[in-house]
């Protein structure tokens, strides 16, 4: 059975900082490419970041330089670490895999940036 977990999600200040965790069970780890999600109350569901191993990763343009996403394949787990946070970043974060020829999502975590 594949299963996403997120956990990190918090209330911070506009400029403060957070990491979010993705922890995936029940594939291959290694190798598989794992994608994080925003999805902001009244809006569609927007792709952020994604890492298709250790070294190749992509950023939506508005966080490129302030999110960095990376993996650790011994804990099967993946990062998102949030700098510099702006009020439009509020939104519930998912992770995402593909697996056994469909999608799997993990049950969100839920980011608020305000003072």
């Known amino acids: 059975q594949v299963q996403l977990v997120e956990s990190g999600g918090d209330l911070v200040q506009p400029g403060g900082s957070l990491r979010l965790s993705c922890t995936v069970s029940?594939?291959?780890?290694?190798?598989?490419?794992i994608t994080w999600y925003r999805q902001c109350p009244g809006k569609a569901r927007e792709w952020v970041a994604s890492s298709s191993s250790e070294t190749s990763t992509s950023y939506l343009e508005s966080v490129k330089g302030r999110f960095i996403i990376s993996r650790d394949n011994a804990k099967n787990t993946v990062y998102l670490q949030m700098n510099s946070l702006k009020p439009e970043d509020t939104a519930v974060y998912y992770c995402r895999c593909l697996a056994f020829g469909r999608s799997f999502w993990g049950q969100g975590t839920q980011v608020t940036v305000s003072s």
């Open positions: 029940g594939i291959i780890f290694s190798g598989t490419p």
